[in-house]
Structure formats: structure tokens, C-alpha cells
């Protein structure tokens, strides 16, 4: 039989993406032994009944015990508290990646805690669906998808290039990135939408409540789209906004420009830039399902 790639798999926090992982590593037999840990019991029954772990484990700290790969899977507003418990616990040796969606962050709040030996490398599966909890996940979830890397300057490489090893055999496809770097790229494209998605469905609602129109009984297929990505889970999108704050801010500020650029086309009957701006979208549309990311 051959080796598999790590012993012990703990996943700390196993809601869309832990439990996503625990599937998809032990479909492609990744690791000897998969533990799981969540803060509430009400997670830790539902891991114990869709078997998605060998064990489930309620302190953080004994899930990390004799495991060689560790990954952190909570909200990144409670990383540091996560980092704080199970740091004393990491082995020297022990590889300790996260799925963050924000990367600065994440390293701030994390790498100071880290004992000497333990290898850091934060990591961000850019995959993902509205729904959270151990029951939304899947194995197939990270199949096509990026996962994106963000070593430090001093992460040993052959650490690194276990956890690159270890995305791709889940069907990922792997990049680095330097972690401000990636921050702005995700501000755009998926921090900013989910901004403006929250805000919509926000304004339709007011809108409905003042007004008594009937905004949600008629909502047409353009709104629709938005209502599906506001339907995500508020804690995990109230912490990337305020741990990416700086590049979202920046984000936002470029699309109020065009916004109103926008705005001043329609005011003035501007056909041209109106024409032009709509076809962009569409080219950029094209350019993904090119891609196949759309
Ligand atoms: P999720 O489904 O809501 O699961 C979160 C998990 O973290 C649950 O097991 C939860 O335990 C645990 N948790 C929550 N707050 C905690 C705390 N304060 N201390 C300890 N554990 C806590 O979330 P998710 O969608 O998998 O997201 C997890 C991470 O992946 C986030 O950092 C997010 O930025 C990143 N990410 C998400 C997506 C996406 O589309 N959802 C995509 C890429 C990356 P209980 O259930 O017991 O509360």
C-alpha cells in the first residue's frame, strides 16, 4: 500500500470548506487519520453523523495533538483566539495552513502566535457556495477552482509544496501570491460584489417597507442573482470586511467613481459610454467561461 501523503489531518472549524476538505481528502486518501473540531456540539453531531472525520473533538487543543497538518477553517475574526488555544499543542514539524479569505490578516493574527519549527502556510481556496455548515460541503467543491498561497519570506519551501501537493490532489489548480497582493485581487473580485450584493438587497428592502411596492414579488432574474449571494453566511462576511478594510475601501471608492460616471451617462443621455460599459461586461463574462471559471 502506499504511504499517504500526511498522518493526521486536524480541521479546526468544520462548517462549508473543513468539511468540503474532510471529504475531499479522504476521497483521494490524503491523510491516515482526519480529525475535526467546532466550537459547538450542535457541529460536532452533525460531523459524527455524516462520518466526515475518524474523530470529532471538541478542544481545539487535543484536535491538534499529533497531527503533521493543521487547518484553520473558522471565520478569520476568530483566528487569533483559534492560533492562541492550539499553538502550545503544534509540534515542531507540524505544517499549519488556514482557508482564510483574507491573507494579511490571517498572518498578523496568526504567525506571532506560532511556536519556533512550526511550518505557517496560509492558504485561500477560492471556491465556495452561500451555504454554510458541515452539511453545504462537498468533495468536488475545489475541482477547477484556484487555491492561492501566501508563504512568508522565512516558509520553508518543502512545507509549502506539501500543502500545493495536497490542494491540487483535492483538483485544485495552485498559485502564490504575495498576501497584499491577493488581498486587493479578492477585494474586487469577490469582497467588493459581496458589498454591493448586501447593499442591494438592503435598498430593494427598504424600498419595499416605505414604500409598499412590491419589490421581492417581482423580482426579475438581474436582482435574483443578487439575492443569491447576499444569502451568505453574516459573521464569516462581516470579519473578511473588516480584515481586508483597507483594500475594500480602496475597491469601493474606484466603483463609486465609475458608479457615477455611470449615473452622468444616464443624466445625459450618453449612448455611447453606456453602450461601451455594457459591452465591457460582457467581454469580461466571455473571458471567464473561456476560462471556465464562470
Ligand atoms: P462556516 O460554514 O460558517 O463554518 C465555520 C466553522 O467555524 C464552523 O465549524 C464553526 O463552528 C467554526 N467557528 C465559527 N466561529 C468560531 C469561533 N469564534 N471559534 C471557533 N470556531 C468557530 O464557514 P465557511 O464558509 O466554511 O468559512 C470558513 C472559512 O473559509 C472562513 O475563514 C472563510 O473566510 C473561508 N472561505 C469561505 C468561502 C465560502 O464561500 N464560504 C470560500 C473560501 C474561503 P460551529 O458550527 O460549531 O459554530
Known amino acids: 500500500m502506499t504511504e499517504r501523503p500526511f498522518r493526521r489531518l486536524a480541521l479546526i472549524g468544520v462548517g462549508l470548506i473543513g468539511s468540503s476538505i474532510a471529504r475531499a481528502a479522504r476521497a483521494a486518501g490524503l491523510a491516515d487519520e482526519i480529525v475535526a473540531n467546532a466550537r459547538t456540539e450542535t457541529t460536532l453531531a452533525k460531523v459524527r453523523a455524516l462520518e466526515l472525520a475518524d474523530r470529532a473533538e471538541p478542544d481545539p487543543a487535543r484536535a491538534v495533538e499529533g497531527a503533521d497538518l493543521v487547518i484553520l477553517c473558522t471565520p478569520v475574526g476568530a483566528l487569533a483566539e483559534v492560533a492562541a488555544r492550539i499553538a502550545p499543542c503544534l509540534a515542531a514539524g507540524t505544517i499549519l495552513s488556514d482557508v482564510g479569505s483574507t491573507k494579511q490578516s490571517v498572518i498578523r493574527d496568526v504567525e506571532p502566535l506560532l511556536p519556533q519549527g512550526v511550518h505557517f502556510v496560509p492558504a485561500h481556496p477560492v471556491a465556495g457556495t452561500e451555504f454554510s455548515g458541515p ?137 455611447g459610454y453606456i453602450e461601451d460599459s455594457i459591452a465591457r461586461g460582457r467581454r469580461i463574462r466571455q473571458a471567464l467561461i473561456e476560462k471556465k471559471q464562470a
Open 135 to 271: 452539511e453545504a460541503g462537498f468533495a468536488e467543491l475545489f475541482q477547477g477552482r484556484w487555491t492561492i498561497l501566501t508563504p512568508l519570506a522565512g516558509t520553508d519551501e518543502t512545507a509549502t509544496a506539501r500543502v500545493e501537493r495536497f490542494w491540487r490532489a483535492m483538483g485544485a489548480m495552485t498559485a502564490r501570491m504575495e498576501p497584499g497582493h491577493h488581498d486587493r485581487v479578492l477585494a474586487i473580485v469577490s469582497h467588493l460584489p459581496h458589498l454591493i450584493a448586501f447593499t442591494i438587497c438592503n435598498t430593494a428592502d427598504h424600498l419595499e417597507q416605505q414604500a409598499k411596492e412590491q419589490v421581492l414579488d417581482y423580482a426579475a432574474s438581474g436582482f435574483r442573482d443578487f439575492t443569491r449571494i447576499a444569502a451568505s453566511d453574516p459573521t464569516m462576511w462581516r470579519d473578511v470586511f473588516l480584515n481586508n478594510r483597507e483594500a475594500l475601501l480602496e475597491m469601493l471608492a474606484r466603483f463609486n467613481e465609475d458608479v457615477q460616471a455611470m449615473a452622468r451617462a444616464v443624466r445625459w443621455g450618453d449612448a
